[in-house]
């Protein structure tokens, strides 16, 4: 069965400055990698995703990540945070070519920009 | 285009009732799925539907199930609740199933059981 994992509960930065937040995976074959970000009282939105190809996924609101697949790693990144990118951030992970295969969630990293 | 629409937004239910959750799809989507979220447990999985058959479940007693009708338009049901199904109820729609389609996400029911 595929997992993910978040290793930190929070993350906190500096506006300004480049954010990191880590996600590592484990899953039987080739993953499907996401990132969502939810805000308060609101749903997940979709950031980005990694399917195949380049390992550096770029994504909404200046966001990317990168795939790593000797460390089973997919770190959400950004050079400049913003204080409106405080929120909670979720990974997730379903295995490729498994159409019946449900999207795993971590248990998120809650992201606070101090301004 | 109109995304993902969980009605009720929020509502307060008492122990042992029961509860229905609806969701609307994004236009054209078909596989429709359903999560718990809780502070203490994060996003659980509960069950996936395509073409009105469901194709994934969660760990969750048979007190949760849904279903999903032919507009793709779904519905979910706790029966007998417990205080600790109080949690915001996540429904997510995907145009197709696997495969690494995106799931898009409504904003949720909150549920509190007193």
């Known amino acids: 069965a595929q997992s993910v994992a978040q290793p930190e509960d929070q993350v906190n930065v500096a506006e300004g400055n480049p954010l990191t937040v880590k996600c590592t995976y484990s899953?039987?074959?080739?993953?499907?990698l996401f990132w969502y970000v939810q805000y308060p009282n609101r749903g997940l939105q979709f950031l980005l995703k990694?399917?195949?190809?380049?390992?550096l996924v770029k994504g909404s609101y200046g966001f990317e990540a990168e795939f790593n697949k000797s460390q089973t790693s997919f770190h959400l990144k950004k050079p400049s945070a913003l204080v409106s990118d405080s929120a909670l951030y979720f990974c997730a992970v379903s295995r490729a070519k498994e159409r019946d295969d449900k999207i795993i969630f971590g248990k998120g990293t809650r992201l606070h920009i101090l301004p | 285009k109109a995304g993902v629409t969980q009605t009720p937004r929020y509502l307060i239910k008492t122990r042992g009732q029961q509860v229905t959750l609806s969701c609307s799809p994004i236009?054209?989507?078909?596989?429709v799925s359903w999560y718990q979220q809780t502070p203490g447990q994060g996003l659980q999985f509960l069950f996936e539907?395509?073409?009105?058959?469901?194709?994934n479940k969660g760990n969750f007693p048979g007190r949760f199930s849904g279903r999903q009708f032919s507009n793709s338009r779904s519905e979910m049901n706790v029966s007998t609740l417990e205080l600790g199904d109080s949690a915001l109820y996540l429904c997510?729609?995907?145009f197709g199933q696997g495969y690494g389609n995106t799931i898009y996400f409504g904003e949720g029911s909150w549920l509190t059981v007193v």
């Open positions: 236009s054209g989507h078909r596989s």
């Open positions: 990694y399917i195949t190809g380049d390992n």
């Open positions: 997510a729609s995907s």
């Open positions: 899953v039987s074959g080739n993953p499907y």
């Open positions: 539907y395509f073409s009105e058959t469901q194709r």
